[in-house]
């Protein structure tokens, strides 16, 4: 039987509801679409596209008189095949400022603009490739320039802030101080991202080795090592994790919720919200903070770029390249320090 096949093909399954039920409101070569891409994309992905897809033919509508008082369904593949360049530069800049199809105003920065335009653009080469076009103004557009943002991670003294408020004998959520203790030292000592983590089964530890079994993206499984403090943490937890009794009997999952169900991914971002917040308030930290913090201490410890990018699951060399990028700008400010312009003289 295949680990994890219970909550991973559960996922699967609302995923695939939930494109089923978006495809309803669209035209069927929406549909053609998704399933044209399906080999080669997970669910997750499928779902962004179509609701991003959405949005543009939603734009179409309000933008061209012509399509006044049709739905998203009714715009004939002839719309597509007479829009131009500008057309597309006009959504552009519609994406940063506008009303869905429910009345909710939506903005979106560089890097959301970014995607549903890779998303336009992957749906536009499929139509084109298939020959329901003959002419695809995606071709003759730029992907938008993304201004890096600086990576936010915890220093050494906000590692231990964050550690040593954990280990506090007195909590405001003392109900879940092992278990919380044990997921954010897991986070913190393996990177492994938030979606990951609540995934993880109770078979899916071992303590021999000193690993858990994840599923990266993608549905690869993969071995993620930790460490002393890592090991002790999920030992002192699963002591009480074996005392619960899930809501469902058949549940396995290695992390509960109050509600002794598999904890939600929102979950894990609140308490960790609400714990750093105790303790470090001038960052906002996030899960993926900690695998930002797990990543750069890993780099500084090793200098091996590859070996993050493998520990993280990272597919893109350059994605973990920005650690290294970090490293560099530490360097350069003990630099700074260093430095003396005038050098005191010697008697």
């Known amino acids: 039987m295949k680990l994890h096949a219970d909550y991973q093909q559960q996922k699967k399954l609302n995923l695939t509801l939930k494109i089923r ?13 998704a399933r044209g891409i399906e080999p080669l994309t997970s ?3 499928r779902l962004s596209y179509i609701r991003d897809i959405h949005i543009f033919l939603f734009f179409l509508i309000t933008a061209k008189p012509e399509l006044s008082g049709l739905s998203p369904k009714d715009i004939p593949l002839s719309t597509l095949e007479s829009l131009t360049v500008f057309d597309i530069e006009e959504y552009q800049e519609y994406l940063k400022l506008y009303r869905s199809p429910t009345g909710e105003w939506h903005q979106n920065g560089e890097r959301g603009i970014s995607r549903k335009i890779a998303a336009l653009r992957s749906f536009f080469h499929y139509l084109y490739q298939h020959d329901m076009i003959t002419a695809n103004p995606l071709l003759k557009i730029s992907t938008p320039k993304i201004h890096e943002k600086e990576i936010i991670r915890l220093d050494e003294r906000e590692i231990n802030l964050l550690v040593n408020h954990l280990e506090q004998k007195k909590l405001r959520y003392e109900v879940n101080r092992k278990r919380d203790t044990a997921l954010i030292l897991l986070l913190l000592g393996t990177g492994i991202r938030v979606s990951e983590c609540v995934g993880l089964d109770l078979q899916d530890v071992d303590f021999s ?11 690869n499984e993969m071995f993620v090592y930790f460490g002393e403090e890592v090991a002790e943490a999920l030992k002192n937890y699963l002591e009480e994790r074996c005392t619960i009794t899930p809501a469902n009997p058949d549940e396995k999952a290695l992390f509960l919720s109050r509600k002794r169900k598999r904890i939600s991914i929102k979950s894990v971002e609140t308490l960790v919200k609400n714990y750093s917040r105790d303790v470090i308030a001038h960052k906002k930290i996030t899960p993926h903070k900690l695998r930002s913090t797990y990543g750069t201490r890993l780099y500084e410890e090793t200098g091996d770029i590859y070996l993050v990018a493998d520990s993280l699951g990272h597919k893109d060399i350059n994605t973990s390249a920005k650690h290294y990028v970090t490293i560099q700008d530490k360097r350069r400010r003990q630099a700074a320090e260093i430095f003396r312009i005038r050098k005191e003289e010697t008697l």
């Open 209 to 219: 080795d000193y690993r858990i079994r994840v599923i990266r993206k993608g549905g």
């Open 43 to 45: 669910a997750s992905t």
């Open 21 to 33: 039920e978006e495809l309803k409101e669209l035209p069927v070569y929406v549909g053609q679409y």
